[in-house]
């Protein structure tokens, strides 16, 4: 499936940093410089928003889906940049759904991945 008026949304997965005692284990995520995978063609969709507060906090939470080719190397973890830098970013916090492809043809159909944001 081709989406004519898709756009570019930006792949992020952080570096994993080695552990000083055990560099075979890794002990955190380097965020601060991230692989970066450009995934053109795609969209990220609306789904819902939720405000949850208290006395001391006030958040938002926004759930909305990425439509992509399904063979896009994406996982859980990841986070999608939706535009260039300074463009709100998500996570996938769920398990991405399998990239099936046809036994037949090798066609793969596009995926809809779950994504979240929280603001607050």
């Not at 570019?8 to 890794?26: E, G, Q, S």
């Not at 955190?28 to 507060?53: K, R």
């Not at 399998?98 to 043809?105: C, F, I, K, L, R």
Request: include cysteine; glycine fraction near 8%.
């Amino acid at each position: 499936m081709d989406f004519p008026y898709g756009k570019t949304v930006f792949r992020l997965r952080a570096k994993p940093i080695p552990d000083p005692y055990n560099p075979a284990r890794t002990v955190a995520s380097d965020w601060e410089n991230p692989d970066v995978l450009p995934i053109q063609g795609a969209f990220v969709a609306h789904s819902s928003t939720s405000a949850l507060g208290n006395a001391s906090r006030e958040q938002a939470l926004e759930a909305k889906s990425l439509f992509c080719e399904g063979d896009i190397d994406i996982k859980k973890g990841d986070r999608i940049r939706d535009g260039d830098v300074g463009a709100p970013v998500y996570t996938i916090d769920g398990i991405p759904p399998a990239a099936d492809s046809n036994p037949w043809t090798g066609w793969t159909p596009p995926r809809e991945i779950p994504l979240t944001r929280s603001v607050g």
